[in-house]
């Protein structure tokens, strides 16, 4: 007789009861808990921004799932011996990303906002339309979201620029890699999209000296965390005009504290943290699946490498 599966949930910020029920509905037979403190170890997790205490109770995990795509809360924390690390392969999101980000692009380059501001005004007015040349789109990070994204912009004909830590060949984008290719990728961008993990490599890549390389009138989307950006340079550089504005869903401090230039600001657009939700059944089925797979001795994709963060 094989020992039934068991399965602890820590979910902050989350209603964990879909997840249990949806988890006991694809799994039957496996035990599924919500943790409580004090309860027995369980071999595998499912978890979103669990406090220590959690781990600490868990010595026998053999696998921690990430109900998202980015694990730098959870790097952060110190995790049981020989546990793995699985966060979300797209499960929807890859699309989501790609709508959002198309969406503020493509705001950006036609005007729309300021088409709107002249409708408010009653005013029936045209503006000359601009070239997609002069906006060269740059990706930060072509990874599951990331080329996604880049290959939902070159349908949209912008010339498409990469930038990842190996080399990478996606059709219609141009790609830079490494430390020694970030300045030139930098330089042949004025419109910027930041999907990158947030690592100690990644942490305040954003900054006076980075955005300064873009091409002037550069336009910055960040849909990856709000610890990728010294916001203060981002203020500066959108004062200096140098920046013509942002597309903000991600936030150092979230939810962005009342009182904060960026929701206020005339050139800025603020989102919730919404680019790309976790979608429950596509999460759940991907797990189960996943734990599954883990079971018969199988390699599981979104494997994180502990060495790299990511
Ligand atoms: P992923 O598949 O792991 O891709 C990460 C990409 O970043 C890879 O291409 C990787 O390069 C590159 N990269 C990592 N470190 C780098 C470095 N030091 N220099 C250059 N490139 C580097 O991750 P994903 O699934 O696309 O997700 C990306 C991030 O999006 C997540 O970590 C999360 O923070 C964010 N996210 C945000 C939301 C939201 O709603 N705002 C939703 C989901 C995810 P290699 O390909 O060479 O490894
Ligand atoms: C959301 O931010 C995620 O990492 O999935």
Sequence with gaps: MTTPLNITLCLSQTKPEPWEAGLKAALPGATVRNWTPGEPPAD??????????????QPKLKALFNIGAGVDALMKLRLPLGCQVVRLDDAGMSVQMAEYVCHAVIRHFREFDGYEADVQAGKWSYRKPRLRADYPVGVM????LGERVARALTVFDFPVHG???????IEGVQGHSGAEGFDAFLTSCRVLVNLLPLTPDTADILNRRTLSLLQPG??????????????????????????????????????????????????????????????????????AGKMLAMMRGETVAGLVDPARGY
Excluded: C
């Excluded at 990070?141 to 599951?144: F, S, T």
């Design 44 to 57: 595998y997790a499912v978890v979103w921004a669990p406090p220590q205490a959690f781990l600490d109770e």
């Design 141 to 144: 990070g072509l990874g599951v």
């Design 163 to 169: 930038w990842s830590r190996t080399p990478k060949q």
């Design 218 to 287: 550069a336009y910055f989307i960040n849909v990856a965390r709000g610890a990728h950006l010294v916001e203060e340079d981002l203020l500066a550089l959108l004062a200096s005009g140098h920046m013509a504005g942002a597309t903000l869903d991600v936030f150092r401090t979230e939810p962005l504290p009342e009182g904060h230039p960026f929701w206020t600001h005339p050139k800025v657009t603020v989102t919730p943290h919404t680019s790309a939700r976790t979608l429950r059944d596509e999460s759940i089925a991907q797990i």
